[in-house]
């Protein structure tokens, strides 16, 4: 007999049958490519639509007593829940230490809550590792919840090579890359059907990464119905954004920041405080 290595060509004096070995292989992963065209297709099902936020305003928690007199974003929790209900794109702009990576997450959440919704899921995105993860354990303890990764959590933080989001949590902080990687890696989710909520904080760095993942949301607005995207910066180019998502019509929410005094201490007076002298010191 004369076999061929690649197709394992047997021939004799009858037939000739040729076996690819490789043909199922081929056909499970077509099959593959037209599960994910198809699920790219069709649109998200949530199980409920976005709740209204206005007719549950009197069922919200009370703000603590640090919130209130510290920071500015709590008292523009109503309006920016209601730009919510109303708007597809949130473009909010707060300065250095309103509150707004903090806050406005927890007040999605406890809308959600007042208004009794089975589904909330909102997605935080960090330009860094290390703020993604302060800023989940800071939320967790500010919610009184269990640290992120343990049972029972709301909060929990994405990384790479760090994952700590329980089964029960609602917000998660994660980078750019992690979200990414769900929109286009080999099981992702291109309508993020399971998501209430995306934001976007820090937009104002526009790097590769950031400019990505905008494009992949603007795509992604229209077969998710009921995905709500919130970009926040403190420093952004508000017509910039505008512009770019201008066929939803996005409501810019301000949110003013907190001047604390500032007190001038000369070299000598440090001296002085301390009772001792610096030597050497240019």
């Keep these: ?28 992963y077509a099959r593959q490519e037209q599960r994910e065209y198809r699920r ?14 206005s007719n549950h305003f009197q069922s919200l928690p009370p703000l603590t007593e640090s919130a209130q007199g510290l920071l ?8 920016f829940l209601q730009a919510v209900q109303d708007h597809r794109v949130v473009i909010v702009s ?62 929990g933080h994405h990384i790479r090579l760090d994952r700590a989001v329980a089964d029960t949590a609602q917000i998660v902080y994660c980078t750019l890359g992690i979200l990414l990687r769900q929109l286009v890696g080999t099981q992702a989710n291109t309508s993020l ?22 494009t992949l949301l603007r795509a992604i607005l229209p077969r998710n119905p009921h995905l709500r995207l919130i970009l926040m910066s403190a420093t952004a180019s508000i017509t910039l954004f505008e512009n770019y998502f201008a066929s939803y019509k996005p409501f810019v929410l301000t949110i003013p920041g907190t001047a604390f005094p500032v007190e001038t201490k000369w070299l000598a007076e440090c001296e002085r405080l301390t009772s001792k002298q610096l030597k050497h010191y240019q």
């Design 94 to 155: 707060g300065s250095t230490g309103c509150g707004k990576s903090t806050q406005l997450p927890q007040f999605l959440w406890q809308a959600m809550r007042a208004s009794q919704s089975e589904h909330c899921h909102v997605i935080v995105t960090q330009p860094r590792r290390v703020a993604a993860t302060a800023l989940a354990r800071r939320v967790s303890q500010e919610m009184n919840s269990p640290l992120p990764g343990r049972p029972g959590s709301l909060v």
């Design 193 to 214: 059907s399971h998501v209430t909520h995306v934001v976007v904080d820090e937009v104002h760095e526009r790097d590769v990464q950031t400019d990505f993942l905008l």
């Design 72 to 79: 500015p974003a709590a008292h523009c929790r109503l309006d």
């Design 1 to 28: 007999d004369n076999i061929d290595p690649v197709l394992n060509v047997i021939e004799d004096d009858k037939e000739q049958v040729e076996v690819d070995h490789l043909e199922e292989v081929k056909k499970v």
């Design 40 to 53: 790219a297709l069709a649109p998200a099902c949530l199980p409920v639509p976005h709740p209204n936020f």
